[in-house]
């Protein structure tokens, strides 16, 4: 499809293993964003890359949690050693371009991680 | 302080009546955008609306609407002739264009339900 896509759809982790989430945006967009959903609560920002450039990870909670868009497309969100408190839904989203205010935010449908 | 003020955990509403879904903001940046998204059940969060700090009008999206109060810091959605598909939570949130970076701040949402 056209929309932003993320795989695994669901995860399920003993703690202290490591996971590696995959975003695939909308082709073209430049900039990707991750997000941590918690459970009855809003997304809140993890970290943000404009093509390959990583501009912003002052939401990433501790120095467990990763990311890279090596080809400013695709991007990863690695979290070594999980604990249970990382267990959440991660959001990806895509945006062609940010010089313009209105460009919205197309998300993927989350990446649900459950950690035992 | 939050950033984003949605009071209102659960909102009923009738077939085809109006519903106003309440978010507040809290910004010292002059110049900021504000969106709406629903995430149904099934998690996707869609993007509805979008009003920039130095529109002059309303938004408007087909039944959407912004009731847009830049003085009480308010930018209320309305939907009109509501739609037994319209049952979804619903997100506010704000991004500032100057001290805040990229992202978008969230708030806790609101669920939605349309009843018969």
């Known amino acids: 499809g056209a929309g932003v896509s993320q795989s695994p759809r669901y995860k399920v982790a003993k703690r202290g293993q490591d996971v590696a989430l995959r975003c695939d945006p909308i082709?073209?967009?430049?900039?990707l964003f991750w997000y941590q959903q918690a459970l009855g609560q809003g997304p809140e920002f993890l970290t943000y890359?404009?093509?390959?450039?990583?501009?912003?990870k002052s939401g990433l909670p501790s120095d467990r949690f990763f990311a890279e868009r090596p080809e400013g497309s695709v991007s990863t969100l690695k979290i070594q050693r999980t604990q249970q408190e990382d267990s959440a839904v991660y959001l990806c989203?895509?945006?062609?371009?940010?010089?313009?205010?209105?460009?919205?935010?197309?998300f993927g449908d989350g990446t649900r991680l459950s950690i035992l | 302080a939050q950033k984003i003020t949605q009071t209102q955990p659960g909102m009923f509403v009738q077939e085809k009546e109006a519903v106003t879904l309440d978010c507040t903001y809290d910004?010292?940046?002059?110049?900021?955008?504000l969106f709406w998204y629903k995430q149904p059940s099934s998690g996707e969060m869609i993007f509805l609306i979008y009003q920039g700090s130095y529109d002059e009008q309303n938004a408007t999206e087909g039944r959407y609407s912004l009731n847009f109060q830049k003085a009480r810091k308010s930018a209320n959605l309305v939907i009109s002739a509501s739609q037994l598909g319209d049952s979804a939570m619903y997100f506010c949130?704000?991004?500032?264009?100057?001290?805040?970076?990229?992202?978008?701040?969230f708030g806790t949402g609101t669920q939605l339900k349309v009843e018969l």
């Open positions: 989203a895509s945006s062609r371009d940010l010089l313009r205010g209105n460009q919205p935010q197309h």
């Open positions: 910004t010292s940046d002059q110049s900021y955008g």
């Open positions: 949130a704000m991004r500032e264009f100057t001290g805040g970076g990229n992202k978008l701040t």
């Open positions: 890359f404009q093509n390959e450039a990583q501009l912003d």
């Open positions: 082709s073209g967009h430049v900039s």
